[in-house]
């Protein structure tokens, strides 16, 4: 299975993404979470990515790119993955597609996890206390918002015009939405 999560901040992408992972025995593989161990092992990437990630800007495409690239090659992605977090921009869309075919696969589904803004709001501040994670507070949530929706958005009509997009109602306990996501996956064909 070749899949993505999508949906705004807040809505319980990283969450769902293990039990996904975990069910297709394939790698989750998060861009964010990627990009947070580059961030507190000091590494050049991660000294990159921190100034765009503190102030809720997306890291520039050449270098999220390469990140999943080198990612995506390594051994345990060979028979899938399941992205979190990327693609978030239109250029990341094409890149992808890029890599996938030239393995000679394709994309399975890209899940999108609807959830109402004020529960996403709620989630976050909530996270804000529990995980002290530098980009939850009040006015990065509403930045990477904004730009979840100016960026990221337009990719959810994409993936509906190819036909693979699945929608799944992200309100609710953390099982009952992992059910939805597999009982909407479970009649995907997988490739
Ligand atoms: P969220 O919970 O807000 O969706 P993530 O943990 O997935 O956030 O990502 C945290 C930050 O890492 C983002 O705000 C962004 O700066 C950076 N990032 C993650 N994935 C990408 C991507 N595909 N393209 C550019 N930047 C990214």
Known sequence: MRLILMGPPGAGKGTQARFVAEHFGIPAISTGDIFRANVSQGTPLGVEAKRFMDAGEYVPDEVTNLMVRNRIDEADASPGFLLDGYPRTLAQVTELDGMIGFTGHQLDAVV???VDPEELVQRLLQRAQTDGRADDTEDVIRRRQEV???????LIGVYRERGILVEVDGMGEVDEVTTRIFDALDVVPQS
């Open 112 to 114: 999108v996890l609807t």
């Open 148 to 154: 979840y929706a100016e960026q990221t958005e337009p």
